[in-house]
């Protein structure tokens, strides 16, 4: 039973500007974890720390790159980033992606995936941008379920998207319009 005097740490979601090292330790072992088990945003198995700390460093650097972090227990579990074009397309202005989105495995049940999805949504609406993608490995069932039932379009199928280890799986591509739809 806790101690009285041990706050209950609810899941948090939240924008990382820097990255500390306990939260660094916690990143890179969500990660390893989710690459383990498949969702490894590229990556087929845990890369050196190093490798994985220079990643997440580049994230937080990149002003196209917003990194939120899901925390449970005061932990980092999971991540998502919220991609915006850059500069120079302005034809592309309109369109923000999500990437590297994922809760490690002993971590899910918690509803954080769905808070993560929502919370990248509201931050794409509130920066006016009109469509979001997400594109995600056929193999990633529970991944599929709550983009589909977030209200994303799968729009096309790549075939050899991705190499899983053993063989080539094909990947699915989705888009959520945000604009408002006015009836008259």
């Known amino acids: 039973m806790p101690d009285k005097n041990t706050p209950i740490l609810q899941p948090v979601i939240e924008l990382m500007a820097e990255i500390s090292a306990a939260d660094m330790d916690d990143l890179c072992i969500a990660s390893d974890e ?3 088990d498949g969702n490894g945003f590229g990556w087929l198995t845990p890369p050196e720390r190093s490798v994985q700390e220079a990643f997440w460093r580049g994230v937080v650097a990149m002003p196209v790159r ?3 972090c899901a925390r449970l227990e005061g932990r980092i579990v999971g991540t998502g980033q919220l991609l915006k ?3 120079n397309n302005e ?3 309109h369109i923000a992606s999500i990437s590297t989105f994922f809760i490690a495995p002993y971590a ?3 509803g954080l995936a769905y808070g993560l999805l929502a919370v990248m949504i509201q931050s794409a609406k509130k920066q006016g941008f009109k469509s979001l993608e997400v ?3 056929e193999t990633q069932t529970a991944a599929i379920s709550l983009i589909e039932n977030s209200g ?3 729009w096309a199928t790549k075939k050899k998207y991705a190499w899983n ?3 080539f799986v094909d990947g699915y591509y989705y888009v959520k319009d945000l604009e408002e739809v006015v009836k008259l």
């Open 85 to 87: 074009p850059f500069a």
């Open 66 to 68: 917003e990194l939120y």
């Open 165 to 167: 280890g053993k063989k």
């Open 135 to 137: 594109d995600v490995r």
């Open 108 to 110: 899910r049940g918690h």
């Open 152 to 154: 994303f379009n799968h």
């Open 34 to 36: 989710a690459i383990v």
């Open 91 to 93: 034809a592309g202005a």
